[in-house]
């Protein structure tokens, strides 16, 4: 079960519960493939709202081996979740939101706040 204080969430993908996490090491990863200098621009990179699909793959990919899954990014581009490409955009949303939110701040996206609908994010 994840755990958001640890920036751990949960998505059902390819009918199966998986447990994502984007860690120092999985955002560095993210940083190299965006062209990002530092996680300032990579959070900026998120906040425009424009990801493409293979942008969605890459950030899946990297918080599914920052939580130990060894999994390629073409495995996770075959991978099916509810809601199609919606359902994608949400779980991204629900890993920006835990990894750049204050946890113990509930009003800045932390610990007990109610998050954003993915709307809101893309």
Not at 109 to 115: D, E, F, R, S, T
């Amino acid at each position: 079960m994840a755990n958001r204080q640890r920036g751990e969430i949960d998505a059902v993908l390819d009918g199966q519960r998986r447990t994502l996490c984007l860690t120092l090491g999985a955002l560095a990863e993210l940083e190299a493939s965006f062209g990002a200098g530092d996680l300032v621009g990579l959070a900026q990179r998120f906040g425009e709202g424009r990801l493409s699909a293979r942008d969605m793959i890459r950030i899946i990919g990297s918080a599914l081996r920052g939580a130990g899954e060894p999994v390629s990014d073409d495995e996770v581009a075959a991978m099916r979740v509810d809601g199609g490409a919606a359902g994608f955009a949400r779980i991204v949303a629900d890993l920006i939101d835990v990894t750049f939110s204050d946890p113990g701040n509930p009003e800045a996206g932390g610990a007990g706040a109610n998050p954003q609908p993915p709307q809101a994010a893309y």
